[in-house]
Each structure stands twice: as C-alpha cells, then as structure tokens.
C-alpha cells in the first residue's frame, strides 16, 4: 500500500473563544478535543500519514505555505452565513485537491433547509409542509390564508445541533407563529422555517459511501426512556444534557426498517451527498416517515451515532471511519 498524506480539516471548539453578549450556542456545532483525537486515530489506523490542518483560515495559511495532501479528510463546519460548510470544499478545489465528503453545493442545500426539502421532495421523497419567511411582514401577508394545519414547528432555517429550538418552537396559533417567527429572525439573523409538526416517532439514519451507498440500521430517539415521543422532540438543551438516547438497532417492525431505509438514500442520492451523511426523519402515528433534513457533516465522535451503527453491522469505530475515507480515496482514484 502506498502511504498517503491526510490532511484533516475542522472546527475545534478550543479555536473560539465567546465574546461578551455572544448566544452560548454560537459554537456549539464544533468539534470537541476529544471528538478530534478519536477521529484522528482512526485514521492513522489506516496506516497513511495524517496531519492536523484545523479551519478554513488554516487551511489557506498552509496552502500558501506551499503544502499540500493526497486527500484532505474535511469535518469543518465553518463560522457564519450559509455558505459556511460550502468553505473548505470551494478552497480545496480551487487549488484541485481531493477531500473526502459532499461537495460545496450539496454542503450550501442541506444547510438551507428549505432549499433541502425543496430537492427531496422533487424526487418524489415526502417531507412537512412548509413555510420560509425572511422578513415579519411577509409572514402578515399569510394571516388570513395560513394553510399549514398545527401545530407547526419554527426553526431557523440554516442552524444545526437544535439551536434555536425550545420547547415554545411548537405553535398551536397564528399569534404564537408570530411571536416565534419574530424571535428567531432576530436572535439568528436569518429566514425562520415554519413547518408542520409530524406527531409521532423519530429517527435518524446514517448512510455512507458512494455507487451503491450503504444504509446504515436506523437508529431511535428516546427521550427520557420513551421512544413514543408524539408531540415530544428534541431541543438544544436536551442535547447537553442526558435526556436523548439513542437505539439501535431500533426496534420496530421489518416494513418501517424498508421505508426508513428507502426515503434515507433516496434523500441522500436526491442532494448530492457523497462518504457520509445522516438523515432526519420523523414518523407520523399512521408510519409514515417524512424528510427533516440531512446533515452531510454529522458528529463522527464516539458521543454520537456512528459508534452505534458500526457495532450494530460488527464493526468497529475506527474500522467505520475508515470505510468513510476510503471512499473518499476511491471516488478520487486515490485506491
Ligand atoms: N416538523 C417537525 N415535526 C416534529 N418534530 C420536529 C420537526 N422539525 C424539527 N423537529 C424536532 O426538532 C429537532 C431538531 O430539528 P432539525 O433536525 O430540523 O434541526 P437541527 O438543528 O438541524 O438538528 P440537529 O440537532 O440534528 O443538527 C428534530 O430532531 C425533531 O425532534
Ligand atoms: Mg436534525
């Protein structure tokens, strides 16, 4: 085997620092020390040369360092505007050099829900109905016509990790909507999503590699120990602390593991994802999964789902990380 040279792109937590007045989940998407050093080891396992590059900034002091790796392995989330996953890929194939994962524009569409449920619904994958409002006043303009049926859910449009979802993101009316409505677009500086609150269940499902992808066994949220959530979810908070679990492989009849399973790779071949990627779905009381969204740069640290469904298909953590970057070096020739 040919020894390669990694680069290894991210956004570590350890890197920002809050300013006074900053919201406390400004940065709450990077990546932890400890996240980093898993995945790192898990690449040296492959007997290539890995080296840590860090952030976009890095990436383009060391590019103008003149150095340069056979494929950069790009976690990097980036700080601000929706373009800022799209970065480290832009920067990578400006200067023609290979990266593991989805490319700029799948990294532009999936942060952009609306933009998202836009694709996956044109290739026939069912999601919630909807709403994107950027300004108060066009949301007034739909009071005497508001066609989704609640409750309904508001959320920025273009966060992750739950941020800007509490328990008061569920409306029942239009005054809440609004009060809502209001709120985000201020607190997050961008269009907030109104969308129909799908009653029910909840799963997520990571898939990976490329020409077939491979699906992973859906995994299950629990909150507090129940996985019949109805009109329970997820927020930032229950993030941080124990409340969500994770099941897998979850425990639900062999035809709602299909469904899961189809609308999970017809989303991820609809937007374009390439390696990896993990795909939000909720099921509603009658089984019917609907797209949420689909992160194409979902935590790989041992806290977070990849653990699970590795030992659910008998294999180890460090072997699924590797499953993910040889992919990325078939798809470029690289093996
Ligand atoms: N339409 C909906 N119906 C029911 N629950 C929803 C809906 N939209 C969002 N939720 C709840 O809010 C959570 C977060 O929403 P979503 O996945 O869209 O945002 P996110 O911040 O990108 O998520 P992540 O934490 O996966 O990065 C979901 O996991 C789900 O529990
Ligand atoms: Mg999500």
Redesign the pocket.
Known sequence: MKKLKIGFTYDAKADYKLLPGESPDKYA?FDSEETLSQIENALKSSGHNVERIGNASALLQKIAQGKRWDLVFNIAEGVKGRNRESQVPTILELFRLAYSGSDALTMGITLD?AVAKIMVSHAGVLT?EFLEIEKLSQLEEFEKNFKLKYP??V??SE???????SPE?VCRNFDEVKKITERLIYKYNQPA?I?????GS?F?VAVIENDPPFVLPPVQ?AIKGNTD?GE?????QR?ENDDIKYICPAEIPHPLEEKLKNISLSSYKALGIKDFG?I?I?VDEKGTP?F??C?PL?NLGLIDVFPLVAKAIGITYDQIILRILQSALKRNNLI
């Open positions: 998407e829900k919630p309904v859910i959320k920025p966060e992750g990790t739950s941020k800007g979802i993101s999503l969308e129909e609150f799908i009653t909840e997520t949220i959530l329970d979810f997820y927020t930032h993030v993990r939000d909720r609907y949420l969204e992160n979902p």
